[in-house]
């Protein structure tokens, strides 16, 4: 993919134990990497809008380990 940038893409994440306010701290630790750019938190859930070429959903999903929850896709 020379000379070419991937299409973002959505995913929505499943985050057990998340409530809103932890919600804020996940979405903004996901918004510090780079190629992510979009984060919505909801209860139990985030959807994330990244560039594939950045990241694999597993980066994602280690992202919001270290936060403290354990997340996978929906």
Do not use: C, W
Not at 41 to 50: A, K, L, N, R, S
């Amino acid at each position: 993919m020379t000379g070419m940038t991937a299409k973002p893409t959505r995913v929505l994440l499943g985050v057990r134990g998340m409530n809103k306010e932890a919600g804020e701290k996940v979405a903004a630790a996901l918004l510090a990497l780079p190629g992510v750019s979009k984060a919505v938190p909801d209860v139990g859930q985030i959807e994330v809008h990244y560039d594939p070429s950045h990241h694999t959903i597993m980066d994602l999903v280690r992202t919001v380990r270290t936060q403290g929850f354990l997340a996978g896709m929906l």
